[in-house]
Nanobody
Framework: VQLVESGGGLVQAGGSLRLSCAVI????????IGWFRQAPGKEREGISC??????YYIDSVKGRFTISSDSGENKIYLQMNSLRPEDTAVYYC?????????????????WGQGAQVTVSS
């Protein structure tokens, strides 16, 4: 099983990026999905994940980021708009996530190599 993120890059504040995640060797149709990020010197955090009640976002990305998926192509996406310098991080996708007390968890523990997103001011 592999997760392969792509679509990262350098963008100016206020710009947009769309991250893609190819899920290889595993069909995630019946599982929740999520995106996590790790900024320099900080712990990895879940920023968005799906649940039975819909998509969840942490406050700092709510209204700017959108999580989606294409089960036919077995891909997960993260559309990021109005990017800010504080969004600079390595972004990781995950399949098989849970949302507990407002925290996204990667229960399967599978990680890809991540996609670097750098937002300049």
């Amino acid at each position: 099983v592999q997760l392969v993120e792509s679509g990262g890059g350098l963008v100016q504040a206020g710009g947009s990026l769309r991250l893609s995640c190819a899920v290889i060797g595993f069909t995630f149709d019946d599982y929740a999905i999520g995106w996590f990020r790790q900024a320099p010197g900080k712990e990895r955090e879940g920023i968005s994940c799906t649940s039975r009640s819909g998509a969840y976002y942490i406050d700092s990305v709510k209204g700017r980021f959108t999580i989606s998926s294409d089960s036919g192509e077995n891909k997960i996406y993260l559309q990021m708009n109005s990017l800010r310098p504080e969004d600079t991080a390595v972004y990781y996708c995950a399949a098989g996530t849970t949302l507990v007390d407002g925290v996204c968890n990667n229960d399967f523990g599978l990680w890809g190599q991540g996609a670097q997103v750098t937002v300049s001011s």
